[in-house]
């Protein structure tokens, strides 16, 4: 098998699980906000209301699709694809487990094992202010266009934050590519060598960068619905709308992700080393084929359920804490996280100059 | 890397420089100033994609971060705040003369890049696509110190004009 027939496979099924989790998150987004309101939630489609994703994505696509009389024909159709487009890309560098093994040959489980794969990410996670931006112009209507300019400053506001922090993370692991860095975090013997541990304060500051990004409450200002009806998505409906829907929960699975790489070690299993993990089922007697697919197995799981911790984190803050005005969102994102980044940035300096000292 | 090189272009490669030609036509000829922008982040997009397709992920993924991403989001974030119409555009007075100068240049700058692009050797031009993140900082910060140091200074001037400019005219006195 080439790289490219098996790179090919890997982006189907990661587009596939990806997919696959939006609807997922739904569900449990609605179930967890009425759990947390003490009321039950949608429960009636299929057992525990588990088909209510499959009823949603009907209804949305037998809706009337209206496009606004003045609106700009080619971009306001544009915007939605924008919106989905960037979040899918960017998953295609996150190394989602360690290697297959398929007649001697290790294969990545990731769709592209790039050497600056979070530059990419970076880069890539970038574009998505632009379906904001034309959404909000193509749709001819001033709730539209203040949420689109709300989102775009907000946006580039917080990029700066997570930038110094990359530059932080970089001096750390002292490199770009992702499967190196998750392999630089593998399995101590104590604690494990994640990067929470080493870069604290970056993981903070990122992680209310990632709320900001991905526009969840409490910083969901540019659709603020008291004050701008639905911000930049008021005229979308129907399947377009849906589009929209679904970039932003692809958006939370790529910060979640990009998280769990960079922090948590990404698809390490806490405590076990991958070798001992393929070791393990070689004595239990499988092939290193099967071997190298059960040990990807778990760590794939792994990976998901870290995922998943900061997804739900995602929709917990959401039904906990209220927006924020617009001043507190600059003063946060500049004032706070910005200065505290950049601290961040000397601290790091100075401990990796001095380290070969100590 | 080399190897890339050396083959016949791919099929990514001829898709990825028909739509660099493509936006940059819409570029070109598009009267709406937003259309113009999301066109020319699509040309951007599209180059960047091209040098994906000859293994260089890095200049690749700095060209879509820092043009495509941040260039391009304050252009529209201007157009939009200056509310330039699209008739305002068409009658922009002896815009014929500015555009045929302009064409005049492109086909000039393209036939340069032609003639210097015939002249290197296929092997010089490997090894420099074989250079790593780590190599380029290397580079900007020992032999083009003065050089990159240099264009900083540039931008940051450049930022203040465009904050002087933004806040009104010369030494007008303003309450904010």
């Not at chain 1, 979640?256 to 001992?276: D, K, M, Q, R, W």
């Amino acid at each position: 098998m080439t790289l490219g027939l098996w790179s090919a496979i890997m982006a189907v099924a990661v587009g596939a699980a990806v997919m696959t989790g939006v609807p997922l998150m739904v569900i449990v987004e609605r179930r967890g906000s009425a759990w947390m309101q003490r009321r039950s939630g949608p429960n009636r489609g299929g057992p525990w209301g588990l088909m209510q994703p499959l009823a949603d994505a009907v209804k949305f696509a037998f809706k009337e699709e209206n496009i606004p009389a003045k609106a700009h024909p080619i971009l306001f159709v544009l915007a939605p694809a924008l919106a989905v487009f960037p979040p899918l890309i960017a998953f295609s560098v996150i190394p989602v487990a360690g290697s297959v093994n398929i007649g001697g040959v290790d294969y990545p489980v990731q769709v592209a094992n790039m050497s600056v794969g979070l530059l990419f990410l970076m880069a890539i996670t970038s574009l998505h202010v632009f379906s904001v931006l034309t959404a909000g112009w193509a749709s001819n209507n001033k709730f539209s266009l203040l949420g689109a300019l709300r989102s775009s400053s907000q946006m580039i506001s917080y990029e700066i934050a997570i930038g110094i922090c990359v530059v932080s993370l970089v001096l750390t692991y002292g490199t770009l590519d992702l499967r190196e860095i998750v392999k630089l975090q593998e399995a101590g013997s104590q604690l494990p060598a994640w990067g929470l541990f080493m870069q604290p304060l970056a993981f903070l500051i990122l992680w209310v960068c990632a709320f900001a990004e991905t526009n969840r409450l409490p910083f969901d200002l540019p659709e603020g619905e008291s004050e701008l009806v639905a911000g930049y998505h008021t005229e979308y409906s129907g399947m377009k709308f849906a589009l929209f829907f679904m970039g932003e929960y692809a958006a939370m699975f790529v910060a979640s992700a990009f998280l769990t790489t960079l922090f948590l070690g990404g698809y390490n299993v806490p405590f076990i080393s991958e070798e001992t993990l393929r070791n393990f089922f070689l004595a239990k007697g499988l092939g290193l084929s099967m071997a190298s697919v059960a040990t990807c197995a778990l760590q794939a799981l792994s990976f998901s359920i870290k995922v998943f911790f900061f997804m739900w984190v995602y929709v917990w803050i959401r039904w906990t804490l209220p927006r924020f005005r617009y001043d507190q969102l600059m003063y946060l994102g500049w004032k706070l996280l910005l200065p505290l980044g950049v601290l961040n940035v000397f601290l790091t300096i100075a401990y990796t100059y001095l380290r070969p000292h100590l | 890397m080399n190897a890339v090189l050396n083959e016949a272009p791919s099929i990514f490669m001829w898709i990825a420089s028909a739509f660099a030609v493509f936006f940059s036509c819409v570029v070109y000829w598009s009267n709406n100033p937003i259309a113009c922008a999301v066109a020319l982040m699509g040309t951007l997009f599209s180059t960047a994609a091209l040098y994906f397709a000859i293994g260089n992920y890095f200049i690749g993924a700095v060209q879509i971060l820092v043009y495509a991403g941040a260039i391009a989001v304050l252009f529209v974030f201007i157009v939009m705040l200056l509310d330039l119409k699209p008739h305002k555009l068409r009658s922009l007075p002896g815009q014929g003369a500015y555009l045929s100068f302009v064409t005049i240049v492109a086909a000039g700058l393209a036939a340069l890049l032609f003639c210097t692009l015939a002249k290197t050797p296929s092997e010089e031009a490997g090894t420099a696509f074989q250079l790593s993140a780590k190599n380029y900082s290397e580079y900007f910060l020992s032999h083009y110190q003065v050089a990159f140091q240099a264009a900083g200074l540039l931008v940051f001037a450049a930022i203040l004009g465009a904050i002087q400019l933004a806040r009104g005219h010369f030494g007008k006195k303003e309450n904010t």
